[in-house]
């Protein structure tokens, strides 16, 4: 028996109606240069990009399931015991010839799209970021760089002939100059970290992020974690929602992976535009949206 045809198949899909128009949000499994050439000037409040970090090997994730075990291989929060069992997940090559060619005309489209309140976030590395940033600068201007947020963490591999790497950096920029959107009273507040040198209502309040930011990974067996490669922690993406995308505005991230923009954007009253080439990533932001009304799929 013929199957009936998939309506959200066809390059029709990829007309701007469509991409933009859910009520809550799109994710659309395509290439994210021909998507971005498919949207008017200026339509988006904030981009956040987490692409490849060019890392010369294959970016291969997982997740590690545990149960409680008091034989178990691993001990936990209060001495209990656990045993645990990796599980394989998605994987992607993450080796580029030419990275800022690769780049370039996606960054020059980030600017076309942004709105004149915009800003984009452009989530990297030491490997790329220092030359990335010289192209932004050609791109936007050196004017309209507003920050290097300098993303801290604390697991991982321990270096034993240099400093362990223990950070990313973000890079900001914004499309007009002073004009942009920032609202830094919107952002979720932090402990200070000598409490004792602050009075007892500024203590309770807490105080606003800096550019330094320390914010665990996302653990590979905590709740939050879907198994792909290069998932990046909830909090991470609400604080940069909150801080430079109005009320009700809309964010897109053409490099959505896992889907956390929109997780993070959907909880907060914002819409958003998720991009990924991966047929894997898709389905981890299907599983993730599912809860969601006003979300729509989108497969060309």
């Not at 192209?135 to 801290?152: K, P, S, Y």
């Amino acid at each position: 028996m013929p199957t009936a045809p998939d309506p959200t198949r066809g390059a029709a899909r990829l007309r701007a109606c469509d991409l933009l128009g859910a009520a809550v949000g799109s994710a659309v499994e395509a290439d994210n240069l021909e998507v971005m050439g498919r949207l008017p000037d200026g339509c988006l409040d904030l981009i956040y990009l987490d692409p490849p970090f060019n890392t010369g090997a294959a970016r291969v994730g997982g997740r590690l399931a545990t149960t409680g075990d008091a034989d178990g291989d691993r001990t936990g929060f209060g001495g209990r015991r656990y045993r645990t069992r990796p599980e394989a997940g998605p994987s992607f090559p993450d080796r580029f010839a030419d990275y800022l060619g690769f780049l370039d005309p996606r960054l020059r489209e980030c600017r076309r799209l942004l709105a004149p309140h915009g800003s984009l976030y452009l989530h990297l590395d030491a490997r790329e970021v220092h030359y990335v940033k010289v192209r932004l600068d050609q791109i936007f201007g050196t004017d309209a760089f507003l920050n290097e947020v300098i993303w801290a963490y604390d697991f991982g591999g321990r270096g034993r002939r240099r400093w362990a790497p223990k950070h990313d950096s973000i890079l900001v920029y914004v499309r007009t100059p002073g004009g942009h959107h920032f609202d830094p009273d919107a952002v979720d507040r932090i402990p200070y970290l000598a409490p004792g040198l602050v009075g007892p209502a500024k203590r309770a309040r807490g105080k606003l992020p800096t550019d330094t930011w320390w914010q665990t990974i996302v653990p590979t067996s905590g709740r939050e974690r879907t198994g792909y490669p290069t998932q990046k922690p909830l909090a991470i993406l609400r604080r940069i929602i909150q801080a430079s995308c109005p009320p009700g505005g809309l964010v897109a991230d053409f490099f959505a992976g896992s889907g956390t923009t929109g997780v993070a954007a959907a909880a907060l009253g914002r819409r958003f535009l998720l991009v990924d080439s991966l047929p894997a990533a898709l389905e981890v932001q299907r599983h993730r949206l599912a809860g969601v009304a006003g979300v729509q799929f989108l497969v060309p």
